[in-house]
Antibody
Framework: EVQLVESGGGLVQPGGSLRLSCAASGFTFSSYAMHWVRQAPGKGLEYVSA????????YYANSVKGRFTISRDNSKNTLYLQMGSLRAEDMAVYYC????????????????WGQGTLVTVSS | QSVLTQPPSASGTPGQRVTISCSGS????????VYWYQQLPGTAPKLLIY???QRPSGVPDRFSGSKSGTSASLAISGLRSEDEADYYCAAWDDSLSVYVVFGGGTKLTVL
């Protein structure tokens, strides 16, 4: 069974940093691109970032480019999102998600999602 | 303002058939697969339809997807109370630095 479990969310002050993790199990993690998607309270889904299966390519939404860094450790089956210079508008539930197709980022979207971790940005 | 356009709400009575539309452009729906997700209150989105019209195992055949040109639709037949949820469409976008785009979501109410 595919499982994605996010952790690392919490309360952070504006301008602060936070690192999210997503522990994957039940599939060959190193064969799939992975993504981060967020959802502000009461709002819709917003794409954040993606990373290729081997970590060699990364993609960022304009809203987080230069502030967030996506990475992965295939030996630990774990995806990360390092978030910096956090703003009030970054407050959201952050989900990690698996690409629907193996070994590709472009063209397909997600099949499995984690349960999400809440990031609150407030002073 | 979402890149893909969905109606904000839809409704139906038990047993009815409901459709939810999703409109995009040539750079997303027009040239890539459409995906549909169901989000029950307080839970993560769940894949309902992938690659325009494919159902993952475990998704009832009451749910079906279609795509034509730059638009797509999700149909739910035999509506049940447990179908009350938010529904989102999504697609990859070939535009520079856009990647995945979503619809704004449709809140389905079962009357």
């Amino acid at each position: 069974e595919v499982q994605l479990v996010e952790s690392g969310g919490g309360l952070v002050q504006p301008g602060g940093s936070l690192r999210l993790s997503c522990a994957a199990s039940g599939f060959t993690f190193s064969s799939y691109a992975m993504h981060w998607v967020r959802q502000a309270p009461g709002k819709g889904l917003e794409y954040v970032s993606a990373i290729s299966s081997n970590g060699g390519s990364t993609y960022y939404a304009n809203s987080v480019k230069g502030r967030f860094t996506i990475s992965r450790d295939n030996s630990k089956n774990t995806l990360y999102l390092q978030m910096g210079s956090l703003r009030a508008e970054d407050m959201a539930v952050y989900y990690c998600a698996r690409s629907e197709a193996k070994n590709t980022v472009a063209g397909t979207v997600f099949d499995y999602w984690g349960q999400g971790t809440l990031v609150t940005v407030s002073s | 303002q979402s890149v893909l356009t969905q109606p904000p709400s839809a409704s139906g009575t038990p047993g009815q058939r409901v459709t939810i539309s999703c409109s995009g452009s040539s750079s997303n729906i027009g040239s890539n697969y459409v995906y549909w997700y169901q989000q029950l209150p307080g839970t993560a989105p769940k894949l309902l339809i992938y690659r325009n019209n494919q159902r993952p195992s475990g998704v009832p055949d009451r749910f079906s997807g279609s795509k034509s040109g730059t638009s797509a639709s999700l149909a739910i037949s035999g509506l049940r109370s447990e179908d009350e949820a938010d529904y989102y469409c999504a697609a990859w976008d070939d535009s520079l630095s856009v990647y995945v785009v979503f619809g704004g979501g449709t809140k389905l109410t079962v009357l």
